[in-house]
């Protein structure tokens, strides 16, 4: 079992930053592919980043993130991140940490096995 903490959302101006954490506890954090999720009111849970597990920790990004965030992974410290950089108003959602039970990383979110509670980011315009 790995349970997820997700800490960073908070309140932006389109333009800014902010740097979302995960922080993993209980079963080995190190063997876990971990992703990014967004869900915004009414609309469906969508795919943000996603980070092997060492693979030369290769990363997958969605299109409308590409070249504005960047997911890194610290084992040692059982961390996940997401820096989020020229945000818009259309980046506003509840983001979510997930956690496979495999190596690669993944685009679909049934093929996460643990998540956190979620974080909001709103972005201001």
């Known amino acids: 079992q790995v349970q997820l903490v997700e800490s960073g959302g908070g309140l932006a101006q389109a333009g800014g930053s902010l740097r979302l954490s995960c922080a993993a506890s209980?079963?080995?954090?190190?063997?876990?592919?971990m992703g990014w999720f967004r869900q915004a009111p009414g609309k469906e849970r969508e795919f943000v980043a996603a980070i092997s597990y060492r693979i030369g920790g290769r990363t997958y990004y969605a299109e409308y993130v590409t070249g504005r965030f960047t997911i890194s992974r610290d084992d040692a410290k059982n961390e996940v991140y997401l820096q989020m950089n020229s945000l818009k108003p259309e980046d506003t959602a509840v983001y979510y940490c997930a956690a496979r039970e495999a190596a690669y990383g993944s685009r679909q979110y049934h093929q996460y096995d643990y998540w956190g509670q979620g974080t909001q980011v709103t972005v201001s315009s």
């Open positions: 209980g079963r080995t954090f190190s063997s876990n592919a």
